[in-house]
């Protein structure tokens, strides 16, 4: 949890995060300020999650300095010119009640709805980055980045942009691990965060996964959040259980060369239950 990568502008940024996609505005707030109780210094959380506000109360009401927390957040996916970017990143700032953010990231290339078409929006990327390139400057924000890009996506950001992406938040984890993408964004000098890194919930019960987890001693969870770790990604496992809290901060073991051999070709999950629906994959995930 205290452990840091340096982004490519010199701020750091702990290696955990806790993720609060579908945490209520109402419950985030509490959950925030469990996991800043028992160590947790990095919160991430986005426009689309419509907790915000809870995510910036619970930072503010933990009692933790400002300067010792990560806070990120992402411009919604739909935004994609520089007058609606501009006055949307004032209104995170403004409802998480926050100074500055530490970093804010475009949450997707493509509006959820065109996810996986054709259009990648260049254009409106570049209004978008224009706009975090803007606050960055004006202190609002202490790093910028971006989440879902792939190749063509960020090659348009560095050629076009006049400060590269610090960060590029993408889905990772065990069973689905875009290698490709992460050498590619990492070769860049951009940190790759991997989003999802339980799958979701969905490969808890994988009996591989099991059996490995208890020759580690260690729940299938740890297992998942530490081969992100031992990729050089920054895992960011979303829990609102106290319980999980704790235990998915237990990183410290380290899984073999041979068993992150095995690890990285895990079966690709075929079926994420639930959140095969939900905006983020689009309810179109091959
Ligand atoms: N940039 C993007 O487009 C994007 C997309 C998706 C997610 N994200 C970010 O990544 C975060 C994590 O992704 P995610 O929420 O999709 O899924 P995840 O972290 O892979 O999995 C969360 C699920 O695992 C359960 N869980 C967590 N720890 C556990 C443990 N130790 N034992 C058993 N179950 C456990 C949680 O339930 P409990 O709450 O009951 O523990 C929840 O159901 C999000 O919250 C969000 O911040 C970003």
Known sequence: MHETYTLSNGITIPKLGLGTWMIDNDQVTEVVKQA??????????????????????????????????????????????YEEAKAAIDESLQKMGLDYID??????????????????????????WKALEEAYRDGKLRAIGVSNFIETDLDNLLENG????????????????????????????????????????????????????????????QLCIRYDQQLGLLPLPKTKTVEHLKTNAILDFTISDEDMETLKHVEKIK?????????????KLK
């Open 36 to 81: 800043l109780k028992l160590g947790y210094r990095h919160v991430d959380t986005a426009q689309a999650y419509q907790n915000e506000e809870g995510v910036g109360r619970g930072v503010r009401e933990s009692g933790i300095a400002r300067d010792e927390v990560f806070v990120t957040t992402k411009l919604a996916a739909e935004i994609k010119s």
């Open 103 to 128: 970093l804010m990231l475009i949450h997707s290339p493509q509006p959820w709805m065109e996810f996986g078409e054709e259009d990648r929006f260049y254009e409106g990327n570049l209004e978008a």
């Open 162 to 221: 006049s400060i590269s992406p610090m960060v590029n938040q993408v889905l990772a984890h065990i069973s689905n691990t875009p290698f490709d993408l992460i050498d590619y964004t990492q070769s860049k000098g951009i940190l790759v965060e991997a989003y999802s890194p339980i799958a979701h919930g969905a490969v808890l019960d994988n009996e591989q996964l099991v059996e490995m987890a208890n020759r580690y001693d260690v729940s299938v969870a």
């Open 271 to 283: 079926d994420y239950g639930e959140a095969r629906v939900m905006p983020v994959f689009g309810g």
